[in-house]
């Protein structure tokens, strides 16, 4: 059996919350409104969405951290 039928579950932490960052940002248009800089000769929406990557993985491996439990 997976869970204890003893304990109540709750994943109500403030730290869930910055998985927000990684949703909201990708849909601010303005991050998208230009063509430089250019980064080793990629337009900035090429790299901008690496690094939406990598901001994604950050802000959920932050958040594992802070909430995973103590065994």
């Known amino acids: 059996m997976l869970t204890t039928p003893g304990k109540d579950r709750s994943d109500r932490s403030p730290w869930n919350w910055l998985l927000i960052v990684p949703i909201i940002l990708p849909l601010l248009p303005f991050l998208f409104n230009a ?17 939406f990557i990598v901001v994604g993985v950050t802000c959920t491996t932050i958040v594992y951290q802070m909430t995973k439990r103590k065994r």
């Open 35 to 51: 063509d430089g800089p250019r980064l080793f000769g990629f337009p900035r929406f090429y790299w901008l969405q690496l690094a």
